[in-house]
């Protein structure tokens, strides 16, 4: 993958600690959590630009939740406006696994990021503030 430049809320740097979701284009969109930068969901910018449009909108409250550790039993979140045919699905850990949150486009379900709430929660901050509408521009939807 040719290298690209990486983006990520500036919310991330709160208590000193770098590391959270990060978003790239270069023409493809990627996204990935930077501790583990080899797992990359490369959504269409349709898909992205509903999901910032929900976390960023009042709906944002119902992308929380519980899940399980078994990625076929977590409790997937359909972050889609209705009848788009790609999107992403966002799912939260639960006991043992309570701090995590999964990631992945339905099109791709073994393919799934995980991140923590906190790096979730500074990507949703970064989302309110708009800091990854350039993304998106122009995209219908």
Known sequence: MPNLKW???????????DECIELAAAPTLHLRESENPETILTPNPA???????????????????EGSMDKDKLNWIKAAEEGEPEYF???FGEGD???????RVNTDPDNIVITTQRKWEAF???VKAGEFDHFVEGVEG
């Not at 983006?7 to 600690?17: I, P």
Request: hydrophobic share 50%; net charge neutral.
């Open 124 to 126: 949703v901050l970064g």
């Open 47 to 65: 898909t992205l630009r509903a999901l910032l449009a929900i976390v960023g909108a009042a709906k944002a409250g119902a992308i929380t939740g």
């Open 97 to 103: 696994d309570v701090d995590n949150v999964y990631i």
């Open 89 to 91: 699905e966002i799912a």
């Open 7 to 17: 983006q990520k809320s500036s919310f991330s740097s709160a208590g000193g600690n």
